[in-house]
T-cell receptor, first 113, second 117 residues
Framework: GESVGLHLPTLSVQEGDNSIINCAYS??????FIWYKQESGKGPQFIID?????DKRQGQRVTVLLNKTVKHLSLQIAATQPGDSAVYFC????????????FGQGTILTVHP | GAVVSQHPSWVICKSGTSVKIECRSL??????MFWYRQFPKQSLMLMAT?????????EQGVEKDKFLINHASLTLSTLTVTSAHPEDSSFYIC?????????????FGDGTRLSIL
């Protein structure tokens, strides 16, 4: 089945700490994965993506890890800042849903000063 | 680049009226656009895929006669919620790809908050 969002888990961290947000995806045929950040009242904002032929990709302060064996994706944010507070969604694409995104349940990240 | 704009950002209307939401790609052409619905503290659920010049493809459980989609140009898709009722109140978000036929990130508008009284 597809990942369906219900009620969002939360993660609270102190400013300056590193944050790790996890996501379990459902479709073993998915070959493209994206992390989005959604601030209150706004649409999702692209953070970083990774294709299934990679297991790690780094951006500015962010790293995405992909473990296809257990269908797990993680987003690491270094030196988390209050401006990083938002809801973070992983999304998968590929297989029979080519071109369409399926969103994970999301995680609410709160960064305390 | 890759800016997607939605209008209006917020609309309140009476039960039974129809509401049209616009989604525009401002600096690129989008053969395909997507419409999502998001309830508070929940994830985004894909409603339909909007294809320029052809009929939209609706996800299972989404009423195509309730949610009318028109994609008449490469930069504009519209979603009309017909005879809206309070249960249709939600956050509607559109997205678009800069290219078709390949896996790539979708670019999202800032959503439309629809409140039906």
């Amino acid at each position: 089945g597809e990942s369906v969002g219900l009620h969002l888990p939360t993660l609270s961290v102190q400013e300056g700490d590193n944050s790790i947000i996890n996501c379990a995806y459902s479709n073993s045929a998915s070959d493209y994965f994206i992390w989005y950040k959604q601030e209150s009242g706004k649409g999702p904002q692209f953070i970083i993506d990774i294709r299934s032929n990679m297991d790690k990709r780094q951006g500015q302060r962010v790293t995405v890890l992909l473990n296809k064996t257990v269908k797990h994706l993680s987003l690491q944010i270094a030196a988390t800042q209050p401006g990083d507070s938002a809801v973070y969604f992983c999304a998968e694409m590929g297989g029979t849903s080519y071109g369409k995104l399926t969103f994970g349940q999301g995680t609410i990240l709160t960064v305390h000063p | 680049g890759a800016v997607v704009s939605q209008h209006p950002s917020w609309v309140i209307c009476k039960s039974g009226t129809s509401v049209k939401i616009e989604c525009r790609s401002l600096d690129f052409q989008a053969t395909t656009m997507f419409w999502y619905r998001q309830f508070p503290k929940q994830s985004l659920m894909l409603m339909a895929t909007s294809n320029e010049g052809s009929k939209a493809t609706y996800e299972q459980g989404v009423e195509k006669d309730k949610f009318l989609i028109n994609h008449a140009s490469l930069t504009l898709s519209t979603l009309t919620v017909t005879s809206a009722h309070p249960e249709d109140s939600s956050f509607y978000i559109c997205s678009a790809n800069t290219r078709t036929g390949s896996n790539q990130p979708q670019h999202f508008g800032d959503g439309t908050r629809l409140s039906i009284l």
